[in-house]
């Protein structure tokens, strides 16, 4: 469906410059952006991209607009919320797929002892086991396993082939993606007898209110207590939580973060992607930590970390700069090693022209 620039501003309480009759039937990022798409630029660094771009339509806050001026090509869209205007613009320009419609698969597979609330879709292959209670409004997806004794809240989905295993506590408005698996035993052995022996994973899962879990990550189940992830805590696809880890409230962890065995964190706390935090650490409240750092004590409230091992972000920086300055410093040192191999020989032939001159010296006083 088309839409003119200037029913798109009216839309979200936006101003136009430039033409505003311009038609406009896409939406797309910056580079791929054609004639008659809408886009958008956050901040300066975008708009250094913008002297390529071919977009009808651009939406900027009035800071950027101003920088722009009147020689854009561009029709721009000024609003104070850049990306919250492009995410109300862009179901515009794509096809939005509802829930799926309510009600129970007669392929699901459903213990005579589990109960599920009202306006519900539980699809084919879905496995609930014994003493399941799941809330209503539910989005159970084909394939899901939910094992028993699991307690769901309202408003939760389930993707196709996430697995819970049993006695799992998962809250409200919970998101948890396809192939995710929550409360498999943790990774707990004793070497005794010159063999590994598993230790019995005998604790749970609490997932809390409002957190997203992506595809293929895992949160294992404690050892005695459970493992929790704290409310509105988003978590990537292939995380790995460990057994007894206690996440706070409102993180961010990326792809491939991993927590080992009963580490902690504080409310708001950020890893980068591929960042490890090893067993028994704590990550203090509004702490982040950059993607690949490998985290192996504490980290203070507020701080940001980098590196391997992690230290502050302060401490790093000099530590990259000394780096770059190795290979300089490398050939100043061969230099230095010249010179004072040269000053050495120069040394010895002093000593030598010395000792030469005090016999000579010596003889003559003989005589």
Not at 268 to 284: C, I, K, P, S, T
Not at 293 to 312: F, R, S, Y
Request: proline share 3%; net charge negative; glycine share 12%.
């Amino acid at each position: 469906m088309s839409h003119t620039v200037e029913g798109l501003a009216a839309l979200v309480n936006g101003s136009v410059q430039g033409d505003r009759l311009r038609t406009i039937d896409d939406a797309a990022a910056i580079e791929g952006a054609g004639p008659t798409a809408l886009t958008f630029v956050l901040d300066q660094v975008q708009l250094r991209r913008l002297k390529d771009c071919r977009a009808g339509a651009v939406l900027v806050e009035p800071k950027i607009a101003g920088l722009i001026g009147e020689t854009t090509q561009n029709s721009l869209i000024i609003v104070a919320d850049v990306q919250s205007a492009f995410q109300t613009l862009l179901p515009l320009f794509r096809k939005i797929r509802g829930r799926p419609q309510r009600g129970i698969s007669p392929h699901a597979h459903i213990s005579p002892t589990a109960k599920y609330g009202s306006n519900c879709y539980i699809a084919s292959g879905v496995c609930l086991g014994d003493e399941v209670i799941i809330g209503s409004n539910c989005d159970l997806h084909p394939g899901v396993v939910v094992g028993a004794g699991c307690q769901i809240g309202d408003n939760t989905i389930l993707h196709a082939n996430s697995v819970i295993y049993h006695d799992v506590v998962i809250g409200n408005n919970v998101i948890i993606h396809s192939g995710a698996v929550i409360g498999a035993d943790g990774f707990g052995y004793r070497f005794i007898g010159g063999r590994f022996e598993k230790i019995p994973q005998l604790g749970s899962v609490q997932i809390h209110d409002d957190v997203e879990i992506g595809a293929c990550t895992t949160v294992d189940r404690g050892a005695i207590g459970p493992t929790i992830v704290g409310a509105g805590t988003k978590l990537d696809n292939l995380v790995m939580v460990a057994h007894n880890c206690e996440v706070g409230r409102h993180n961010v962890f990326a792809s491939q973060v991993g927590l080992a065995g009963s580490s902690t964190t504080g409310d708001y706390v950020r890893l980068g992607g591929q960042a490890g935090v090893r067993d028994h650490v704590h990550l203090n409240t509004g702490c982040s930590v950059g993607a690949k750092a490998g985290v192996v004590k504490d980290i203070p409230a507020g701080e940001t970390w980098l590196g391997i091992p992690a230290t502050h972000e302060s401490d790093q920086k000099r530590l990259v700069v000394s780096m770059k300055r190795i290979p300089d410093m490398r050939d100043d040192l061969h230099t230095l090693e010249k010179q004072v191999e040269l000053l050495t020989a120069q040394l010895e032939q002093l000593r030598s022209q010395v000792a030469s001159d005090d016999s000579a010296t010596s003889h003559r006083a003989a005589g």
